[in-house]
C-alpha cells in the first residue's frame, strides 16, 4: 500500500479485484467480513476476512457443499446465485441470498465465518437481493427486490423468522426509489432514530446509482434524500464506472465507509470490462442526517493505520487434501472429476463432457484479478485432450488446448468456434502460459499504422513452454461483458474434455511480478493485431 500524506494512509482500488460484484459486509469486533455473487459458480459466495478493509483474504466458500448449491445441468451464464447479505446477530453469522436456477430465497447460518455453514432454510418470498436486519426487540426484516416485470414494485420488506425461515407478515411495499429502472440490492440500517433503506437503481451497468431514503419505523413511510443518488459516475469520463449495489459499515472508532461494485472499461469507445464487477472502497460522511458518498476514485484515503495480512501465494502446487478456495467450476465439481491423491502433488482432473461450449465440462480455474495478468500451468495430458481456458461463458472462451501431438489456440466467440494456431509439442508435461497485457501499450503512430483504432481493452497472448514467441495473441475485448452480456467475468482455469490430465501446479499473478519473466518482456508484433497473430495460424478471424 501506500505511503502516508499529511498524517493519512492512502489503499488502492478496487480492494477485491477480479469478478467479485454485489459485496455486502458485516463487522465483528475488529474483524470484518465480506460475501459477493458467484452466480453459476461453485463453490458458491465467496467469503473474505480483514482487519482493515482494505487487505481481504479469502478464507473459504459460503456454499461449499452441492446441498447447498443446487444448480440444474443446463444452467445458464450469470444464473445461479445473486446478491448474498452477510450480517452477524445473537452470536451468529446469517447469509441470505437468492438461487434464481432452483429455489429462490433461502438462507444458512454458522458460528464461525470459516464455516461449516447450515443447509440452506427457504423463505416463501419472491423477488431477488434479500436483506436481514434486526429490531431492538428481536423483530427480523427482510427485505428484498420485488419480481422484475410488469408488476414490479420496487422493493419490499417482510417480517420474518430466521430461523425457520417462515414468513410472519406479508410482504409490504416499502420504496421504489427515485424513479431510475430496477430498485434492487436493498439493505436496512437503525441509525439512531432513524430507518435507513439503501438501494441500487439504473441498472448494473453505466447508469448504476446509490440512492437512500429513511423512516422512522420499517413500515415507512420512506423519505427520500434530497441529494439522491448519492452516488453515481454515470455520464463522467471517470476511469470507474458502473458505482452501485453497495453496503455500509462502521469501524471500531465509528468511521463510516462503503463497500461498492465498480468496473474499470478500457479500449476505444464504448470501452470494455474484461474482470467483471470488482469490490471497492470508499469513505463516508454524515451531513444533515444524510450519508455523503464519492466519487469513488482508484486512489482513496485509507481507515485509519493499515493492517495488512499474509497474502494467499499466487501458486497452487496441489499439495493440499481439498482444493483451494479460490478454485471454482461452472455449476458443479463432481467427485469423480477431480483428485488430489491419484498422484501426489498432482491435480488429476478426468473428462465428463467433451467440450467447453456446453455446460458438463470439467474445468477448475480462478477470477483473473489482474489487468496485466501471466497464468501458468504445467501439465501432462497423456493421451486426452486438456488446456488453459480463459472463459467468461460457454459461448465466449479462448483456449490453450494440447491433444494428438500438438497445441492449439482455439477461439469461441459466440456461434463462432475457430482454430486460430498449431504447433508440434513433444511428447510429456508440458507448460502452458496465458497473459494479458493493456492495449494501452500501443502508441498513437501505431494504430495509424494499422489502419485501425486499437478498440482492445487488452490483448490475450498464448505460450507453449520457454518460447517468448507467442503461438496467438487475440483481441481481449470479445471476452467481455459488452460483447458476451452476462454479469461474470473471465476465469482462467484447467480444463479436460477427453480422459485424464494431470497438472503439477496452477500460478496466476501479475504479469510485472511473474516468475520466468523472459516469457513475457517482448511479446508484441510491431503492428497491433486486428483478432489474432501467429506464425502458425492456418486462418484467423477477423
Known amino acids: 500500500m501506500n505511503s502516508p500524506t499529511s498524517g493519512a494512509s492512502f489503499h488502492d482500488n478496487p480492494v477485491i479485484p477480479g469478478f467479485h460484484p454485489d459485496p455486502s459486509v458485516c463487522r465483528v469486533g475488529e474483524d470484518y467480513y465480506l460475501v459477493c455473487s458467484s452466480f453459476e459458480y461453485f463453490p458458491g459466495v465467496p467469503i473474505f476476512h480483514s482487519r482493515d478493509l482494505v487487505h481481504w483474504r479469502q478464507i473459504g466458500n459460503v456454499l461449499d457443499r452441492p446441498a447447498q448449491l443446487p444448480l440444474p445441468a443446463d444452467a445458464m451464464a450469470s444464473d445461479g446465485i445473486y446478491a448474498p447479505t452477510i450480517r452477524h446477530h445473537d452470536g451468529r453469522f446469517w447469509m441470505i441470498t437468492t438461487n434464481v436456477s432452483q429455489g429462490g430465497n433461502f438462507l444458512v447460518t454458522a458460528d464461525r465465518p470459516e464455516g461449516p455453514w447450515s443447509d440452506p432454510v427457504w423463505l416463501d418470498l419472491p423477488g431477488i437481493d434479500p436483506d436481514l436486519a434486526w429490531d431492538d426487540d428481536g423483530t427480523c426484516w427482510c427485505a428484498f427486490a420485488g419480481a422484475h416485470g410488469p408488476t414490479f414494485t420496487g422493493v419490499q420488506i417482510a417480517r420474518v423468522d430466521p430461523g425457520s425461515g417462515k414468513v410472519l407478515e406479508d410482504p409490504f411495499p416499502a420504496w421504489a426509489g427515485t424513479g431510475l429502472q430496477w430498485p434492487e440490492a436493498p439493505h436496512l440500517y437503525r441509525v439512531g432514530g432513524w ?10 451497468e453505466r447508469g448504476h446509482t446509490v440512492a437512500i431514503a429513511r423512516a422512522r419505523s420499517p413500515r415507512g413511510p420512506w423519505e427520500s434524500a434530497p441529494a439522491n443518488p448519492i452516488l453515481s459516475h454515470r455520464g463522467t469520463a471517470h476511469p470507474v464506472q458502473s458505482t452501485g449495489h453497495a453496503d455500509l459499515v462502521t469501524t471500531p472508532d465509528g468511521e463510516w465507509w462503503m463497500v461498492l461494485l465498480a468496473t474499470r472499461p478500457a479500449g476505444y469507445s464504448p470501452k470494455f470490462h474484461v474482470l467483471g464487477r470488482e469490490t471497492f472502497l470508499t469513505p463516508v460522511q454524515w451531513e444533515d442526517g444524510w450519508p455523503r458518498v464519492g466519487p469513488v476514485n482508484l486512489r482513496e484515503r485509507a481507515p485509519g493505520a493499515l493492517r495488512p495480512q499474509e497474502p494467499a501465494p499466487q501458486r497452487d502446487d496441489f499439495d493440499a487434501p481439498e482444493p483451494e478456495p479460490r478454485l471454482i467450476s461452472p455449476r458443479s465439481r463432481p467427485d469423480g472429476s477431480w483428485s488430489l491423491t491419484e498422484r501426489q502433488g498432482w491435480l488429476a482432473l478426468h473428462a465428463t463432457g467433451g467440450t467447453l461450449d ?6 477448475v480455474g480462478r477470477r483473473q484479478q489482474h489487468a496485466e495478468s501471466r497464468t501458468a500451468v504445467l501439465l501432462d495430458h497423456g493421451t486426452g485432450r486438456a488446456g488453459l481456458s480463459v472463459r467468461l461463458s460457454a459461448g465466449h472462451h479462448y483456449d490453450l488446448e494440447v491433444a494428438g501431438g500438438q497445441a492449439s489456440v482455439i477461439a469461441r466467440i459466440g456461434p463462432l468456434r475457430q482454430v486460430v494456431a498449431t504447433r508440434a509439442v513433444p511428447a510429456g508435461p508440458v507448460v ?19 489502419g485501425l483504432h486499437v478498440a482492445a481493452p487488452d490483448f490475450v497472448a498464448f505460450h507453449v513452454g520457454t518460447d517468448p514467441e507467442p503461438l496467438a495473441e487475440l483481441d481481449g475485448r470479445y471476452l467481455s461483458t459488452e460483447v458476451a452480456t452476462g454479469f461474470t467475468g473471465r476465469v482462467i482455469g484447467m480444463y479436460v474434455t477427453e480422459g485424464t490430465a494431470w497438472f503439477d501446479w496452477f500460478d496466476h499473478g501479475p504479469l510485472d511480478d511473474a516468475p520466468g519473466r523472459s516469457l513475457t518482456t517482448d511479446l508484441w508484433p510491431t503492428t497491433p493485431p486486428l483478432f489474432g497473430t501467429s506464425r502458425n495460424a492456418s486462418a484467423l478471424i477477423g
Open 358 to 363: 456446453r455446460p458438463g465440462c470439467t474445468f
Open 195 to 204: 430507518w435507513y433503506l439503501l438501494i441500487a437503481e439504473g441498472g448494473t
Open 432 to 450: 502452458l502460459v496465458i497473459t494479458t497485457r493493456s492495449a494501452r501499450k500501443w502508441s498513437v503512430g501505431e494504430e495509424r499504422l494499422s
